[in-house]
């Protein structure tokens, strides 16, 4: 038998640390006021100066608490994971919002009225002890993580906070020698309490020594699981080497004799079923003459949509009809042709498989076949094609 959702959120709270040694009975309680809520990226759950009435605890997905500075930045202040809670100082008086915070990713919270909680602590003081200690490690954290910003280069806060990323992805499964962030520049320099611009600049050198790979629009990278720990190590004057880090390569210079530049879209298709994710095979090969795994993708027809032509892309190179769920993003990236420089724009929608064989696709792909989820978002041959299953993942996550 399927457990309640009661009992669900039960062993949610049981996971939170402030309170995770009540007894079961207490636990029911809680959960009996907990209301579920879900927030979309960039969605606000609350604004700084708010009223504060709610604590939240997270089930699912990821959000942060930022505030603004005078100089115009934006602090990140914590982040928030499953089983973590915030908002907390209104389970104990009605003050305003200390912080924004807004969601990350797709979150799913349970929240819990102030009164409502003042009232069982009332009745079960140990949870109002626990919820002190609770708030005495997040002023820590809070004061280490000033103290690191106030004595270290910007360079070295990126490096810590790519490290710290790195380590909380492994923590939530992720594997391979290399992690995907799915953190803009922006997003890592508030982290670091810096500039973007200072920030893209220091990831920009990385990127030229081969360090990490990055998305065109900078919506993800990719960086070797060696950088975990970083966040522990003691500040630096300068900014770290990065383990086995080669010489800085010069920029590429576009080139020479180019004749204008041209934009091309086209769109594919992440097709789910059982677990796995749908690849191919094409004919064609990459530069170096190797096979390519991909997704099925191609370019539009004429009066067709991004939606459309990912579906007849994936019917046509799989032999597959899928149902459309939703779309899961856009690839950016430049190649050169003839001598022009095209900007390629490859929008990605998530499907759901519904009929078809394998067999029957056609002839310019080799093969097509179901893999893994963890398995595609190390062998698929373009880091935004893993990106995009590591979306479709998280989206199938949710929906469970």
Not at 123 to 142: D, F, N, S, W
Not at 148 to 160: D, E, L, N, Y
Not at 261 to 267: G, I, K, P, T
């Amino acid at each position: 038998m399927p457990p309640t959702k009661d009992a669900e959120i039960v062993e949610l709270l049981g996971r939170v640390p402030v309170f995770s040694t009540l007894e079961h009975d207490d636990l029911e309680r809680i959960a009996e006021l907990a209301v579920p809520r879900a927030f979309e990226p960039g969605q606000i759950v609350f604004r700084e100066g708010d009223a504060s009435d709610t604590c939240y605890i997270v089930r699912s997905g990821r959000a942060r608490a930022v505030r603004d500075h005078p100089d115009g930045r934006t602090i990140t202040l914590a982040t928030f994971g499953s089983g973590d809670i915030f908002g907390e100082l209104a389970m104990f008086e009605d003050e305003l919002r200390s912080a924004t915070v807004e969601a990350v990713q797709r979150t799913s919270v349970v929240a819990v009225l102030g009164p409502d909680m003042r009232r069982l602590m009332v009745e079960h003081p140990q949870i109002a002890i626990r919820l002190v200690a609770a708030l005495g490690r997040r002023l820590r954290e809070t004061n280490d993580r000033l103290a690191k910003q106030s004595f270290q280069t910007v360079q070295s806060r990126v490096a810590v906070v790519l490290g710290e990323l790195v380590e909380q992805a492994m923590e939530a499964g992720a594997s391979g020698q290399e992690v995907l962030l799915t953190a803009t520049q922006a997003d890592l320099a508030k982290l670091a309490g810096s500039s973007r611009e200072s920030a893209s600049r220091f990831l920009a050198v990385l990127e030229r020594a081969g360090v990490i790979s990055q998305a065109v629009d900078a919506s993800w990278c990719t960086i070797p699981r060696r950088w975990r720990g970083m966040s522990s190590r003691k500040p630096a004057k300068s900014a770290p080497k990065p383990p086995n880090e080669a010489p800085a390569a010069p920029a590429k210079s576009a080139p020479r004799g180019r004749i204008g530049a041209a934009r091309e879209v086209s769109a594919g298709g992440v097709v789910v079923h059982e677990g796995k994710v749908l690849v191919i095979v094409p004919t064609r090969r990459a530069a170096d003459g190797s096979h390519v795994l991909g997704l099925p993708k191609g370019h539009l027809d004429e009066d067709e949509t991004t939606a459309q032509a990912a579906a007849r892309e994936v019917r046509e190179e799989t032999g597959v009809t899928a149902e459309l769920v939703q779309e899961l993003g856009e690839v950016r990236y430049w190649y050169v042709r003839d001598r022009r420089r095209i900007a390629k724009s490859v929008y990605f929608f998530l499907f759901r498989y519904m009929s078809g064989d394998l067999a029957d696709h056609d002839e310019e792909v080799l093969e097509a076949r179901w893999m893994g989820f963890v398995e595609a978002q190390k062998a698929l041959s373009y880091p935004g094609e893993r990106a995009m299953v590591a979306r479709a993942l998280a989206i199938e996550e949710q929906d469970r």
